[in-house]
């Protein structure tokens, strides 16, 4: 059974009031982002992809000039009863992300860890490349204390999430 729970979009960043301040001006600025999908999903429909498609729409944005960024989209999606947390990648930076790549995730709310340098193997078998000015959905799989904590969210201020030690293969 697949099920989408849609919250609030959420975005966390070590650098929240930046991101904020800059969005007015660098969405006129920049071209918008694009949502990309593996391969294997072009063409084909989802909920999960038309959530992509209008948080790329809506928050054109979303993720800082010059890096890759994680944000949680304050959804989680249920596939064959795992539940998966639903973050965003957005790359900004004028390097295609078009290997496979490892990177280190840390989240908590409130005090309480959800990850902790959470190793994260980003293969272009089941993701897709993700060039410059592009955006796409990651899902992490939780566990029922780590999905207890995400539905506990309802302050994105409370809020860290920090993306780490990147590195393409």
């Known amino acids: 059974m697949l099920s989408l729970t849609n919250k609030e979009a959420k975005e966390s960043t070590t650098s929240k009031t930046e991101q904020t301040s800059k969005a007015s001006s660098s969405a006129k600025e920049e071209k918008g982002l694009k949502f990309v999908v593996a391969p294997q999903f072009e063409g084909k429909t989802s909920d999960l992809m038309e959530l992509g498609k209008k948080l790329v729409k809506e928050h054109p944005e979303a993720g800082k000039q010059g890096e890759i960024t994680l944000y949680y989209t304050g959804s989680t999606y249920t596939l064959n009863q795992q539940e998966y947390a639903v ?36 293969s272009l078998s089941n993701n897709p490349k993700l060039p410059t000015q592009s955006a796409t959905l990651l899902l992490l799989p939780l566990t029922s204390e780590q999905q207890s904590i995400v539905e506990s969210i309802t302050d994105g201020t409370k809020m860290s999430l920090s993306m780490s030690d990147l590195m393409m293969k």
Do not use: E, P, R
Not at 97 to 120: C, E, M, N, P, R
């Open 87 to 122: 973050f965003m990648l957005v790359n900004k930076t004028t390097t295609n992300l078009d290997h496979d790549a490892t990177f280190k995730i840390s989240w908590s709310y409130d005090g309480q860890s959800v990850y902790q340098d959470q190793v994260v193997q980003y």
